[in-house]
């Protein structure tokens, strides 16, 4: 049973940074892309950026372009987040996903526009970016 472990949230003025971490335990880590996913109140939950960790290739939202960065520790099956220069629209419960995508599999935005198709979740961090 694949299962992951997020982590790193906090509370952070605008303009700070937070680094996200998520685990992946139970699986061959290079089989699965893994996505990072946010929810503010009273929205939909969206997509903010996804690595394949097999062949590295990864994509941001628009929204988080310069600012994000997503990088994967493959020995330690480790995906992080790391957010700089955050704002007050970052804020949000942020969650990690697992899609097995082998070999042939979306990556990049295929890969993270695919949400319903996310079988794995790890449970929320909290990102609070006060003005």
């Known amino acids: 049973e694949v299962q992951l472990q997020a982590c790193g949230g906090g509370l952070v003025q605008t303009g700070g940074s937070l680094r996200l971490s998520c685990v992946l335990f139970?699986?061959?880590?290079?089989?699965?892309?893994i996505g990072w996913f946010r929810q503010a109140p009273g929205k939909e939950r969206e997509g903010v950026s996804c690595?394949?960790?097999?062949?590295?290739?990864?994509h941001y939202v628009d929204s988080v372009k310069g600012r994000f960065t997503i990088t994967s520790d493959n020995a330690k099956r480790t995906v992080f987040l790391q957010m700089n220069n955050l704002k007050p629209e970052d804020s949000g419960l942020y969650y990690c996903?697992?899609?097995?995508?082998?070999?042939?599999?979306?990556?990049?935005?295929?890969?993270?526009?695919?949400?319903?198709?996310?079988?794995?979740w790890g449970q929320g961090t909290e990102v609070t970016v006060s003005s």
């Open positions: 139970g699986s061959s880590f290079d089989d699965y892309g």
């Open positions: 690595i394949s960790p097999g062949d590295g290739i990864i």
């Open positions: 996903a697992a899609m097995w995508i082998g070999t042939r599999g979306p990556r990049g935005v295929r890969l993270l526009e695919r949400l319903q198709d996310f079988r794995t």
